[in-house]
């Protein structure tokens, strides 16, 4: 009887204990997560307030961005530790010369004559002289990324075409497919491409499909340097799945240095027509008209800056020098396509697309290109690039085709669909 009374004053101990652990589990649970939510929110707005500039003036993008028109001199990139008294060039050096143009009339010229480059254009609201337009960074933003510091920086290893056979396992690790014309083995002092400008699908919000030319010096082992520009369309970047124009620059393989666009302090913007990471408009219908964007990077040969322009007549800034090591004196290789990434490797493919999500077989107005490809040389003389190769991982499933004729100069159409019976 007090054996049986004991025995359940025992079991009842036993489960208020464990009631009592439940309780606890569940009051402290939330309370634990909100805590960290909190903290993580607090340290976003820090790191918001760090690269958000205070604006003269707003302008609300009808894509739901907000440009900011930041003073020239409250920049993100004057905060890098090499430029704290850099003087800002507003001046840009010669343009190369023999910068050649498409002159059919089939495809129109995103370069802010004709047209409004990107959509926030459209609100007939302008950045005033003397400040940049730069799309502010939202909370969200950065609650997106897996770690705040790491928000606008990629996380890959650096890619290098002829090494494929060594590290195609490094390759199939990251899931990143590319379909790329490239050039190497001389001096590169800059590179030229019109890119065709697609909104290709991405399945996984995690996924991203871009179009770029990359300027690259050094070793992929740890120390390159590149210096990146084209568009892209990254839901974890931007939140949604617009194509956007972007840069990217690093100076040691991806590792600690370089960003996206200005989400780190490093380039210096002097135009105030063009915004980073801004929504491009319009863009290419398949079988309808086809849109290109211009990109021209090329070295001042005395100051040593890289610089970009957009179009045929807006020079957007530059990547100071100083950023660099083994750009300091000029790219040892220029790659110009696509690049996907394929987030399980090992299960289905995706079916995110790359370029119009079609082949280069089916051609111009169904397949996206990049035409009139330059490089740089030594003179500042934009020239033919050269012996240009190819490289897909896997052409089945995102093809690359190199072409040459008069009006387009070297040309290439690139692209497909991912995910299909060829790649499965
Ligand atoms: C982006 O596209 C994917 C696939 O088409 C879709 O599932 C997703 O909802 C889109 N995301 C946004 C933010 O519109």
Redesign the pocket.
């Known amino acids: 009887m007090v054996k049986a009374t004991t025995c359940r004053m025992h079991g009842m101990l036993w489960w208020s204990i464990l009631l009592c652990f439940c309780l606890a589990s569940f009051y402290f649970r939330p309370v634990s997560s909100r805590f960290s939510t909190s903290m993580k929110l607090a340290r976003t707005r820090a790191h918001l307030r760090r690269i958000n500039k205070p604006a003269i003036q707003s302008i609300q993008s009808p894509d739901g961005d907000v440009i900011d028109c930041v003073l020239l001199s409250h920049q993100p990139a004057l905060d890098h530790p090499k430029l704290r008294n850099h003087q800002i060039q507003m001046e840009p050096p010669m343009l190369p010369e023999g910068l050649r143009h498409k002159t059919t009339t089939e495809e129109e010229k995103i370069d802010g004559s004709m047209f409004k480059p990107q959509l926030w254009h459209y609100v007939e609201q302008k950045c005033p002289p003397g400040t940049i337009p730069i799309r502010r960074t939202t909370e969200n933003d950065l609650l997106r990324a897996e770690k705040i510091n790491r928000y606008g920086k990629k996380n890959q290893r650096p890619f290098y075409p002829p090494q494929t056979a060594l590290i195609h396992s490094s390759l199939n690790e990251n899931g990143h497919q590319h379909a790329i014309t490239y050039v190497e083995g001389d001096k590169y002092y800059g590179a030229k491409a019109e890119i065709n400008v697609w909104a290709p699908?991405?399945?996984m919000?995690n996924e991203f499909s871009l179009s770029q030319l990359w300027l690259l010096a050094g070793s992929f082992e740890g120390d390159l340097n590149s210096i990146e520009a084209g568009w892209q369309v990254s839901?974890d970047l931007y939140?949604?799945?617009n194509t956007r124009l972007f840069t990217y620059w690093t100076s040691d393989a991806y590792q600690a240095t370089g960003c996206y666009n200005l989400l780190c302090s490093g380039f210096v913007q002097i135009s105030d027509q063009i915004a980073l990471g801004a929504t491009i408009s319009p863009l290419s219908g398949y079988g309808g008209r086809q849109f290109d964007i211009d990109i021209l990077i090329w070295k001042d040969p005395r100051a040593g800056n890289w610089w970009m322009s957009f179009g045929q007549n807006c020079v957007l800034g530059y990547w100071p020098a100083a950023l660099f090591t083994n750009l300091a004196e000029a790219a040892t290789m220029v790659e110009w396509g696509g690049e996907v990434v394929n987030s399980e490797p090992g299960s289905r493919h995706t079916s995110t697309q790359m370029g119009s999500g079609h082949f280069p077989s089916e051609g111009f107005g169904r397949a996206s290109y990049f035409s009139n490809l330059q490089i740089v040389d030594a003179s500042n003389n934009l020239q033919p690039p050269g012996n240009l190769n190819t490289f897909s991982e896997n052409a089945a499933c995102y093809d690359v085709e190199n072409g040459y004729n008069s009006e387009w100069g070297y040309y290439f159409y690139y692209g497909g669909p991912g995910y299909n019976d060829r790649c499965p």
Request: no cysteine; charged share 25%.
């Open positions: 699908s991405i399945e919000p839901p939140g949604d799945n």
